[in-house]
């Protein structure tokens, strides 16, 4: 389980970025977090990873506050997918080899290259495999990442905005691909986004966030209309269809 409790945070004493909130992420669900851009989703991530050390409050995980975990026990917890992937000259193996540092402090074995070959396999990558890693499409590169997060075998995988830059396409594989390893591999999801829709629609939890503060958190079918127009500060409707309800603005 992993606890925020009364977080504050101020990168300038006048103007708080997060307000005294509290609540808990679901193990094995995909926790989605929204809100209009500067209400606080991405300095949150970077709270729980320890990026930010400066905050008010306490982030536990199993019981445990995360300032008093070692880097090499918290890189054991989470794996990280940032809004930004620079990365160049590398192969798209060798790249997923690099998941398993974590756990072998910079040594690979014949079971890491089994675990990345088993991936590999598991997820149609084989066509990209030898290829490098700026070769690749947006769609690809954010599969890519997130197949290295999975090899690195933490228990949660902490996403900031893995769809913008995306089109539609891209976005629907994405998303299914995490739907898909959060069932299968029994992982954690934390996941930023502005999408509505695509959030309502993959999201067992979500957590609405305005100005700082926290306005909603947990089971999506209990998110209310005036909810959602009282974040976004404009009309939002959800409308049931053949697939589902959906977010209409």
Aim: one cysteine or more; charged letters at 30%; aromatic letters at 10%.
């Amino acid at each position: 389980m992993l606890d925020v409790i009364n977080l504050s945070f101020s990168y300038k004493k006048e103007e708080k970025i997060l307000k005294n909130v509290s609540f808990n992420f679901y193990d094995n669900k995909t926790n989605i977090i929204l809100g209009k851009n500067g209400a606080g989703k991405t300095t949150l991530l970077k709270c729980i990873l320890n990026l930010i050390k400066t905050y008010n409050g306490m982030i536990k995980i199993d019981n445990k506050d995360i300032k008093t975990l070692k880097d090499k026990e918290r890189a054991h917890y989470f794996s990280y997918v940032s809004q930004n992937i620079t990365l160049n000259n590398l192969l798209v193996y060798d790249f997923l080899l690099l998941g398993r540092i974590n756990t072998n402090e910079f040594k690979t074995t014949d079971e890491d290259k089994l675990m990345v070959d088993k991936m590999i396999n598991e997820f149609d990558l084989n066509d990209v495999a030898d290829k490098y890693f700026d070769e690749l499409s947006s769609g690809q590169r954010q599969k890519i990442m997130i197949c290295r997060s999975i090899i690195s075998e933490n228990k949660y995988l902490i996403l900031d905005e893995p769809l913008s830059n995306l089109d539609i396409d891209s976005q629907y594989l994405i998303m299914n691909f995490l739907d898909k390893l959060k069932k299968e591999k029994n992982i954690t999801l934390i996941i930023t986004m502005h999408d509505l829709s695509m959030a309502y629609k993959f999201a067992d939890s979500l957590f609405l966030f305005k100005e700082g503060n926290i306005l909603f958190s947990g089971d999506k079918e209990k998110i209310t209309e005036e909810i959602l127009a009282n974040i976004y500060d404009t009309k939002v409707k959800i409308v049931d269809d053949i697939d589902g309800k959906y977010i209409k603005i």
